[in-house]
Every structure is written in C-alpha cells, then in structure tokens.
C-alpha cells in the first residue's frame, strides 16, 4: 500500500497517478468532500468484486459512481429523462446522487441487480478534481467496513484496511457532515431514498419552481 500525501505543489502528478492507478485495476481511498471514499475504475470486474470483498459489502448493496461531466452518464444509464437534467442542472455538482435506469451490461456489483445505477458529480474536492481528470466513472463507495463509521483521515482508511486497498491520497482530515442525498427519478414519482446535505424541503421547493405535480416520497 502506497500513501501520497496532497499539496498544491502535487496536485496534478497525483491525478494522474490515481488515474493511471485506476486505469490499471487499482483500488484506492481519497478525500471526497465530506469523508474519504474508496474507489475503482468501473468496469474491471475483478477489481469490483475485491472492493466487495474488502469492505464486507452485502452483495444486495449497489455501489454508487462519481462521474466529471453530466455526458458520461450515458456510459452507466440508458437515459436521463427531463426531470434528471433539471436535478442536474440545479443540484450539480454537489451532494446529490441520482437513481437512474442502469445499462444491461453494467456489472451487478454497482447495480445489485435493481436495473438502476447512483451517480453525482461531486461537490469541490478531491473527488471532483479525480472524476474530471479520469473521465471515466469511478466507484465511489465510503472508506469503512460494512456498518463502521466512513473514515475522515487516511490514518482511519489504514486501521480499515492496511494493505488490502492499494493506493491512499492523504487530503488530511475530511470534514464530515451529512452524506449525499440519494434520489430516485427512473419513474414518475420522485422517491428521496436517504436525506443527507439537501433536505428534502429543499427539493420539495425545487420541484415547485418545475410545477412538478406528481408525488414525492
């Protein structure tokens, strides 16, 4: 296990290590804006599974991704309708994640098997930094084992998992606070599956300004 610690001065190199580490089937854990993640490109199925693995995940949980642009969507999802683009629009980047219809071909470990995949651009941080170099989707699933508290520094990812994970980006200590809301917009009615940084008056009042009549759960 490799530990890079983020400067200014080193920015740049270590997105491009972090990328060319994904690229390669890595895993590796980095500050996102609240708690430190654990990632991989999305794709590698081998590099998936030992996520799983690692982080004791159940397998009935999806995986969610963070993405640079709004475009790379249509790699993970069949289609956005209207109603996604508008939480897009608004919400974007920052701590909104969106349930949307998943590719047939995207792998069960980020589906569970729901036909729907998770995805935000995230808010300013590491994370988003990391997502737009990439420019491709990256598993971005909390730094803890299953039903632990996320992690909030690298010297937690390191109790977690030592040598298990591959790469750790050293952004200091993250702030913490309350996780992304997740809301699922495959169908009619808006479901709000986990209320985190955007309450859900907040997205009550946003559907208001789209005249948006159908029920929100």
Same mark, same amino acid.
């Given at each position: 296990?490799?530990? &890079?610690? %983020?400067?200014?001065? =080193?920015?740049?190199?270590?997105?491009?290590?972090?990328?060319?580490?994904?690229? =390669?089937?890595?895993?590796?854990? *980095?500050?996102?804006?609240?708690?430190?993640?654990?990632?991989?490109?999305?794709?590698?199925?081998?590099?998936?599974?030992?996520? *799983?693995? &690692?982080?004791?995940?159940?397998?009935?949980?999806?995986?969610?991704?963070?993405?640079? =642009?709004?475009?790379?969507?249509?790699?993970? +999802?069949?289609?956005?309708?209207?109603?996604?683009?508008?939480?897009?629009?608004? #919400?974007?980047?920052?701590?909104?994640?969106?349930?949307?219809?998943?590719?047939?071909?995207?792998?069960?470990?980020?589906?569970?098997?729901?036909?729907?995949? +998770?995805?935000?651009?995230?808010?300013?941080? #590491?994370?988003?930094?990391?997502?737009?170099?990439? =420019?491709?989707? %990256?598993?971005?699933?909390?730094?803890?084992?299953? $039903?632990?508290?996320?992690?909030?520094?690298?010297?937690?990812?390191?109790? *977690?998992?030592?040598?298990?994970?591959?790469?750790? #980006?050293? $952004?200091?200590?993250?702030? $913490?606070?309350?996780?992304?809301?997740?809301?699922?917009?495959?169908?009619?009615?808006? *479901?709000?599956?986990?209320?985190? +940084?955007?309450?859900?008056?907040?997205?009550?009042?946003?559907?208001?300004?789209?005249?948006?009549?159908?029920?929100?759960?």
């Amino acid at each position: 296990m490799l530990l &890079i610690k %983020i400067s200014e001065t =080193n920015l740049e190199q270590a997105l491009h290590h972090a990328v060319d580490s994904l690229r =390669n089937g890595s895993i590796i854990a *980095y500050p996102t804006e609240t708690f430190y993640g654990l990632g991989t490109k999305y794709d590698i199925e081998g590099s998936l599974k030992k996520l *799983y693995d &690692i982080k004791q995940r159940p397998k009935e949980k999806p995986m969610p991704l963070i993405i640079g =642009n709004k475009e790379l969507l249509s790699d993970v +999802a069949v289609s956005v309708n209207l109603l996604a683009l508008s939480f897009i629009e608004r #919400f974007w980047p920052g701590p909104l994640t969106l349930i949307l219809p998943a590719k047939e071909n995207l792998s069960e470990y980020i589906t569970a098997g729901t036909g729907k995949v +998770a995805a935000r651009i995230p808010g300013e941080s #590491f994370a988003l930094s990391l997502a737009k170099t990439a =420019n491709f989707p %990256i598993i971005a699933t909390s730094a803890n084992l299953s $039903g632990m508290p996320p992690a909030q520094d690298a010297d937690a990812v390191i109790r *977690y998992f030592g040598d298990k994970i591959d790469l750790i #980006f050293d $952004g200091g200590f993250a702030t $913490g606070g309350l996780p992304s809301t997740i809301v699922d917009v495959t169908g009619d009615e808006i *479901y709000i599956l986990r209320e985190g +940084a955007i309450s859900r008056e907040s997205i009550r009042k946003f559907l208001n300004t789209l005249d948006f009549s159908s029920p929100l759960s």
